[in-house]
């Protein structure tokens, strides 16, 4: 069977083009572009995952001890804002490497059930002072952290 979803063209049997569609979302409706558009955009309120999802992410899979020391210096420092060179001097990482263990978190959080697209569990912000990022905590995911004891 040879389907086209979303523009892209996708050969396999019926139940592998049913998983998927089940892994990566629905398919785009015939709604006005200006509709799908706006369903798709996230916002302020939405742009976390929830406390269920973001738990669930959490275990899904064991953590290495870097994503627990991680957690655990924004368990520690929450509602506060975390610097990167904070972040990598707790975990020991250099620049690069703390963003694969920021990427990481991403991936486990976009591979795990009841993923909303565009949502995070972290909250980042560009600090021009002192020319890094910060991170912290969202409530929810600060909530879902916690559970887990890192």
Known sequence: ??????????????????????????????????????AAVVGDDERFASEKVAFRAL????????????????????????SASKLQATTGYGPNQLGGLLGAIGRRLSQTDGYVRNTSMLEWLWDADENEYSYRLPASSRNAVERINP
């Open 1 to 38: 069977m040879r389907v086209t979803i979303n523009g892209f063209e996708v050969e396999g049997t019926p139940e592998e083009v049913a998983a998927l569609i089940r892994a990566h979302g629905t398919v785009a409706s015939a709604k006005e572009p200006a509709e799908r558009e706006k």
């Open 59 to 82: 275990r899904r899979r064991p953590l290495s001890s870097a994503q627990r020391i991680l957690f655990r210096t924004l368990l520690d420092a929450y509602p506060e804002w975390v």
